[in-house]
């Protein structure tokens, strides 16, 4: 083909020749000129892709932890609004759950916490529990914060003989419920007394 090709220019004028050689250097010209301009249009895309992330990496960093909070504070409110159960009928159901022996529950009295929230109470006392099965038990209650707000409020151990895995242990759990009422809706008497204001 390169034969062919320094025959065909051999066989050309002068002018023929120059003028070849004009066509090859624009040919040569756009091809440059094509691949320098998909080449600057891909970095200019994966600039402006780059600048949009960082945009919203910064978005991130200054709203996350913000969000972040929003939402727990939601969390804690859907928990606090969830009414929790008895904690005589939680601590059976714990119990039976692990294997515990019955212990002596005594129900305390509910206090107000904040004119919002009412704590309920309950005592409860084993006799000859190992620490492996207070601990069990401990972790099962405090598992149900993702329900509704939950806390042990009082523990108290005491080791029945020494070189033993036998304790005396009193545990005091409490509930808080969140007794804040909703706004009443409107009367419908008011409702009724609209249009006849209205005429």
């Not at 003028?19 to 250097?25: D, E, S």
């Not at 492996?132 to 038990?137: H, I, S, W």
């Amino acid at each position: 083909m390169a034969l062919s090709v320094r025959n065909m220019i051999a066989g050309m004028s002068a002018r023929e020749r120059k003028m070849a050689a004009g066509m090859v250097a624009a040919m040569v010209l756009v091809a440059v000129f094509l691949v320098a301009f998909f080449v600057q249009s891909a970095i200019d895309d994966i600039e402006e892709e780059n600048a949009s992330r960082a945009t919203t990496l910064r978005y991130v960093a200054l709203k996350g932890p913000e969000r972040l909070a929003a939402a727990a504070d939601q969390r804690a409110e859907a928990r606090g609004k969830e009414k929790p159960p008895p904690l005589r009928t939680l601590v059976d159901g714990v119990v039976k759950k692990i294997g515990m022996p019955d212990p002596d529950t005594k129900e305390l009295p509910d206090q107000s916490r904040d004119n919002a929230w009412t704590e309920h109470g309950v005592e409860v006392a084993w006799r000859e529990v190992s620490l492996e099965q207070l601990t069990e038990f401990m972790e099962e209650v405090e598992g149900n914060r993702r329900r509704f707000p939950i806390a042990v409020t009082h523990l108290e151990v005491r080791k029945r003989r020494p070189g033993e895995n036998a304790f005396d242990v009193t545990i005091a759990i409490s509930t808080y419920e969140n007794t804040t009422e909703a706004p009443a809706p409107e009367d419908d008497e008011d409702e009724k007394q609209a249009p006849e204001a209205r005429r």
